[in-house]
C-alpha cells in the first residue's frame, strides 16, 4: 500500500470521526438545553407552603380549626386525641312477656342501666338499679348478672304494680280471710258445744 493510500484511508476515517463528534456534540447541545428548559421549570415552581390560598379554601379550613366550629360528641371536642366514650342513657319504655322474664337476668349487650325501664306483663313496669340489695322472687325483683364477668350488677324492680298482678293478691288475701272465717267459725261452733255439754 502506498503512502498516497494510507493518507486517503487516513483522511477519510479522521473525517468520518469528525462528522460523528459533530452529531454527538448536537446530542449534546439538545440535552444541554433540555436540561436548561427543566431547571427553570423546577426554579419556577413555588413551595407549598409559599402558595397561595384563596378565600373560600381559608373559610372552609377555619371550621376545622375554630373550636366553635368543631363536631362534638357529649359536649366534648373530637380533636382532642383521646378515646371517645359516648355515654348512655335510660332507654324509651320497652315491654316483655311474662314467660320470658328470665331474660331479665341475663341481658344482651348493651347492658341496661341506672333509669332503664320495661313493662313485664301481667307484673307491671319494672325500673333498672345498679344494687343488689332487694331478693330475686322471681316476681318484683329479677338480679341482672353483667355480660362479661356473669356477676351480679343490678336489678329489675317493681315500681308501679299491673293490674293482673294487684287482682291476684286480693283474690289470694280474700281467699284467706274467707278461710281464717271459715276456721273462725268452726272454732266457734266448737266452743259453743263445748259450753254447751259442760253447763
Not at 503512502?3 to 440535552?31: F, M, N, P, R, Y
Amino acid at each position: 500500500m502506498t503512502i498516497e493510500t494510507e493518507v486517503a484511508a487516513l483522511t477519510s476515517s479522521t473525517s468520518a470521526l469528525v462528522t460523528a463528534v459533530g452529531v454527538q456534540q448536537t446530542a449534546i447541545v439538545s440535552a444541554v438545553a433540555g436540561f436548561a428548559a427543566t431547571t427553570a421549570t423546577v426554579d419556577g415552581l413555588v413551595p407549598d407552603a409559599d402558595k397561595p390560598l384563596s378565600s373560600a379554601t381559608v373559610t372552609e379550613l377555619l371550621k376545622y380549626v375554630e373550636t366553635t366550629e368543631l363536631a362534638t360528641i357529649n359536649g366534648l371536642p373530637i380533636n382532642t386525641g383521646l378515646a371517645l366514650l359516648i355515654a348512655s342513657s335510660p332507654t324509651s319504655l320497652t315491654s316483655a312477656l311474662y314467660d320470658s322474664r328470665a331474660a331479665l337476668r341475663n341481658p344482651v349487650s348493651p347492658q341496661p342501666i341506672a333509669g332503664d325501664a320495661l313493662i313485664l306483663e301481667y307484673l307491671g313496669l319494672f325500673q333498672f338499679y345498679v344494687s343488689t340489695v332487694e331478693p330475686d322472687d322471681d316476681e318484683t325483683c329479677f338480679t341482672a348478672n353483667d355480660t362479661v364477668t356473669g356477676l351480679p350488677y343490678g336489678q329489675w324492680r317493681l315500681r308501679v304494680p299491673a293490674y293482673e298482678w294487684t287482682e291476684a293478691h286480693e283474690k289470694i288475701e280474700f281467699r284467706a280471710l274467707e278461710e281464717w272465717r271459715d276456721d273462725m267459725d268452726t272454732t266457734i261452733a266448737l266452743l259453743l258445744i263445748d259450753y254447751n255439754l259442760h253447763h
